[in-house]
T-cell receptor
Framework: EAEVAQSPRYKITEKSQAVAFWCDPI?????LYWYRQILGQGPELLVQFQDESVVDDSQLPKDRFSAERLKGVDSTLKIQPAELGDSAMYLC???????????????FGPGTRLLVL | QKEVEQNSGPLSVPEGAIASLNCTYS??????FFWYRQYSGKSPELIMFIYSNGDKEDGRFTAQLNKASQYVSLLIRDSQPSDSATYLC??????????????FGTGTQLKVEL
């Protein structure tokens, strides 16, 4: 069964350090999403890619976060410098491109749990 | 600000009972609605989606949608201890072809007791 792959699964870092997360979407899925989920809350969209282009990064803290999907397949999310408040689960999801109102079901990877000390 | 509201719970039901999870949303233009299950420390797992008013059944799960009331619910019949998890309601942006953006609620924690 096709799955979204993410690495690492866990990351512990000190504040002010740089961290990077990697995601490989389900094969054939043109749309890729990065979410942040703080404990006790629902996932919040950070950035959405359609192929290699950013569709929505309105909630991405651009002073410290960056994301890329250079070849339109896998993607990297980077935080530099990390802050204590960045401790959360970082989730990657993918979907087929869909122009219909009911399409584009998103499937999530296992996530990366980040702890900033 | 588009909002999706869920009661955080916990909702406790005995094994074998029907669990009813509710969700309201603010964007009248929302077109489709998703339920995800999330076990503690794990990522969300899709249960089902619905986009037409009425009921949609899949095994022990039934999603109900009432667009006029801006209300969507998930019923779980014959609840099992393995159903104990947080259930996330997600609403898709109503903008046509709007990039499939989902807004999530905070989730309802369900506990199925033996």
């Amino acid at each position: 069964e096709a799955e979204v792959a993410q690495s690492p699964r866990y990351k512990i870092t000190e504040k002010s350090q740089a961290v990077a997360f990697w995601c490989d979407p389900i094969s054939g899925h043109a749309t890729l999403y990065w979410y942040r989920q703080i404990l006790g809350q629902g996932p919040e969209l950070l950035v959405q890619f359609q192929d290699e282009s950013v569709v929505d990064d309105s909630q991405l803290p651009k002073d410290r976060f960056s994301a890329e999907r250079l070849k339109g397949v896998d993607s990297t999310l980077k935080i530099q410098p990390a802050e204590l408040g960045d401790s959360a689960m970082y989730l990657c999801a993918s979907s087929l491109q869909s122009g219909t109102s009911w399409g584009g079901t998103q499937y999530f990877g296992p996530g990366t749990r980040l702890l900033v000390l | 600000q588009k909002e999706v509201e869920q009661n955080s719970g916990p909702l406790s039901v005995p094994e074998g009972a029907i669990a009813s999870l509710n969700c309201t949303y603010s964007d009248q233009g929302s077109q489709s609605f998703f339920w995800y299950r999330q076990y503690s420390g794990k990522s969300p797992e899709l249960i089902m989606f619905i986009y037409s008013n009425g009921d949609k059944e899949d095994g022990r799960f039934t999603a109900q949608l009432n667009k006029a009331s801006q209300y969507v619910s998930l019923l779980i019949r014959d609840s099992q201890p393995s159903d104990s998890a947080t259930y996330l309601c997600a609403v898709k942006d109503g903008v046509t072809g709007g990039g499939n953006k989902l807004t999530f609620g905070t989730g309802t924690q369900l506990k199925v007791e033996l």
